[in-house]
């Protein structure tokens, strides 16, 4: 039924001493962790009973995976009961120090370490942390892109990048049933898309529309705004054009304002960046909005 089953025997002595005391067979159990989980159980089981001044019964026991205990199921007082035979093929395991930590030194990063320490590094919340470290591929893609933007682990550029991956990759990757690496998107396109929007080149709302080709065409951003003239408007005369011929266009929104709905200017807002395509500068175009609304309504 391609299902796993184990059986381990455990038994333990105080330390000084060279002999074992009487083992404990555990049954069973179906995976690794039941493994590990039923042998701590089993060794603080009988720690205790010694502890207390008992004696270690040889037994047979079952491991009941929803309590986390073991259960005594039977008993045989001689080890020859259990037909106990030495297997010559597997000859005493005897791991000191020195040999462990070099296995571990040898593992990779586990997804559980790899999130305490991206939490710790990068200034990430858990939840984002957690959602990044998921898969290893969106982990390493994420790392890569702030590494080409930063050597060092700064929240300034780690912050927006684990925005950009959680949020619009991960939406297009959403949208086309497809996995990240399966795309033309690469890490060195959301650096870029990072630096452009951080420099003022592009809008957050005009960058989504550059990542989305560049997700769809694995061109550069930098070669997509170059290609379609993506740049941000930052020209204080153009911008304050665009505000007046919205404000001029949406009397309502001026009225409601005026009447204290502070909503109406994202509204206006909203409308300036349809106008100009995305390109205004969205907190220059914001404050002269606020600037003649507030002048218009005598505040």
């Known amino acids: ?56 019964t040889q037994e047979t026991r079952g491991w009941v995976d929803e309590r986390g205990v073991t259960v005594s199921q039977r008993s045989k007082e001689y080890a020859h009961d259990y037909r106990y035979f030495p297997e010559p093929d597997l000859p005493p395991l005897r791991p000191d120090d020195a040999w462990v930590e070099g296995i571990r030194a040898s593992l990779p990063e586990l997804p559980a370490q790899r999130k305490k320490r991206m939490i710790q590094e990068y200034g990430l919340s858990t939840y984002d942390a957690m959602l990044l470290t998921d898969t290893k591929q969106v982990a390493d893609f994420f790392e890569s892109a702030v590494g080409l933007v930063t050597p060092r682990c700064d929240e300034k550029w780690s912050k927006p990048i684990s925005n950009w991956v959680l949020g619009e990759v991960t939406r297009l990757t959403n949208r086309d049933y497809v996995t990240l690496e399966e795309t033309q998107l690469r890490p060195d396109h959301i650096a870029e898309l990072v630096k452009l929007v951080d420099d003022g080149t592009l809008s957050s709302t005009l960058a989504k529309t550059v990542l989305e080709t560049s997700f769809e065409t ?5 070669h997509v705004v170059a290609e379609n003239g993506y740049t941000q408007i930052s020209d204080v005369e153009i911008v304050e054009k665009a505000v007046r011929q919205t404000i001029d266009e949406n ?19 909203g409308q300036v960046m349809r106008l100009t395509k995305g390109k205004a500068n969205p907190v220059m175009a914001g404050e002269i909005i606020k600037k003649s609304l507030n002048a218009r309504s005598g505040r």
């Open 1 to 56: 039924e391609g299902s796993f089953r184990c059986d381990a025997n455990i038994s333990i002595r105080p330390i000084g001493t060279k002999d074992y005391m009487d083992r404990a067979e555990v049954k069973n159990m179906n995976s690794f962790r039941s493994v590990f989980n039923a042998l701590e159980y089993e060794v603080e089981r009988q720690q205790k009973i010694l502890r207390d001044g008992g004696r270690v």
């Open 218 to 222: 694995g061109k550069s951003p930098v």
């Open 251 to 269: 009397p309502k929104a001026v009225r409601d304002f005026g009447s204290g709905k502070e909503s109406a200017a994202k509204f206006l807002l």
